[in-house]
Nanobody, 123 residues
């Protein structure tokens, strides 16, 4: 599976962005998908994940209530709607496809990764 993340950019604090992740294969629809992010000098961290059918979602505490993950299996797409952005959200955002159908936060459970899209939030 090849994943292509897009939608990043430079915004002001309080603005919104929607990230998109396009998958190359239809089998993407059988797998959990997540967004991770990596800020300069920091470890890659889990942001949000969604199960194969969208029935379960999981969010990192700092983004709960601000970010929403969703998917459209008919289009092989996953989205991350980011509202009320903060400077601490600045990072490269990666989408990843899991080995399983369930949602999970552990990086080790994800075996396909996109190339990343940069989000910069200025205060």
């Amino acid at each position: 599976v090849q994943l292509q993340a897009s939608g990043g950019g430079s915004v002001q604090a309080g603005d919104s962005l929607r990230l998109s992740c396009a998958a190359s294969r239809r089998t993407f629809s059988n797998n959990g998908v997540a967004w991770f992010r990596q800020a300069p000098g920091k470890e890659r961290e889990f942001v949000a994940g969604i199960s194969w059918n969208g029935g379960s979602t999981l969010y990192e505490d700092s983004v709960k209530g601000r970010f929403t993950i969703s998917r459209d299996n008919g289009k092989n797409m996953v989205y991350l709607q980011m509202n009320s952005l903060k400077s601490e959200d600045t990072a490269v955002y990666y989408c990843a496809s899991a080995r399983t159908a369930a949602v999970a936060s552990q990086k080790e459970l994800y075996n396909y990764w996109g190339q990343g899209t940069l989000v910069t939030v200025s205060s």
